[in-house]
């Protein structure tokens, strides 16, 4: 069971890696990147604003604590030649606790102004790699986008593109379907025509009744010509005989039609 969940575990990372590195792009990468090294130089300059706020204030304190020390000094001056020497001795008491505390402040303040050398010179540096990353990350980008260019075009002269593919896939399967289509069509004629299948249309005829119906049109045309021939030969004398034969009888006849005559 361990095993198998390994595997599908194993799977899934895979997988994810796969979708992940297909949806990554490297000039958003790029662009975070910076945006991260643009937050960490913030982050250090605050830094250093910070030490040296600290370190003005220590200079403050060592300036006041100076002050007093000349003060008490000069009090303990003054209390001696008044031949006040248990004041000169209280004013020199408290001179020396000062300067104890400046000299601490001095070497708090001697740190912090090493810290803040430091942290400015290391600002400095971050900052000019920064304006390189920047330089170097514009660069890549460019050449990134160039290439994703040259490689659209190319795919789409190549026709492996995604649209391109697209567009040829379909002009294949118009292509394909035309053909079977003619081809359908062919099949139908030719069996059509053997007599395999029947017209129901009753407008088709195979090969053997299409020439028995061209030979009897044929010889209908040929009898049709026989008689207007004969017609036309023997049309003059046939015409003048019926008219002298007939042509008394006629009166006659209608004569007779007209008024019948009934027998008793």
Known sequence: ?????????MIFRAKANKALDRAEDPRETLDYSYQKQLELLQ????????VATSRKRLELQLNQL?????????????????????LAREALSRRAALQQQVSDLEVQHQTLQGEEEKLTLAAQRLQAKVDAFRTKKETIKATYTA???????AESFSGISE???DVGLAIQRAEDKTAQLQARAGAIDELLASGALDDQ???AKDDIQAELDRLSGGTDV???????KAE????????????EGGGAAAPQDRTQQSHPRFEK
């Open 1 to 9: 069971m361990s095993g198998v969940m390994k595997r599908m575990g």
């Open 43 to 50: 982050k250090v300059r605050r830094g250093v604003a910070d």
């Open 66 to 86: 100076q002050g007093q020390s000349a003060k008490l000094e000069d009090q303990g001056r003054k209390a001696l030649a008044l031949g006040r020497e248990d």
């Open 147 to 153: 290439a994703q260019a040259q490689t659209r075009i």
């Open 163 to 165: 649209e391109m593919s």
């Open 201 to 203: 249309s009753g407008l």
């Open 222 to 228: 040929e009898l049709e010509l026989q008689r207007m």
């Open 232 to 243: 036309l030969a023997g049309g003059s004398s046939a015409q003048q005989q019926a008219i």
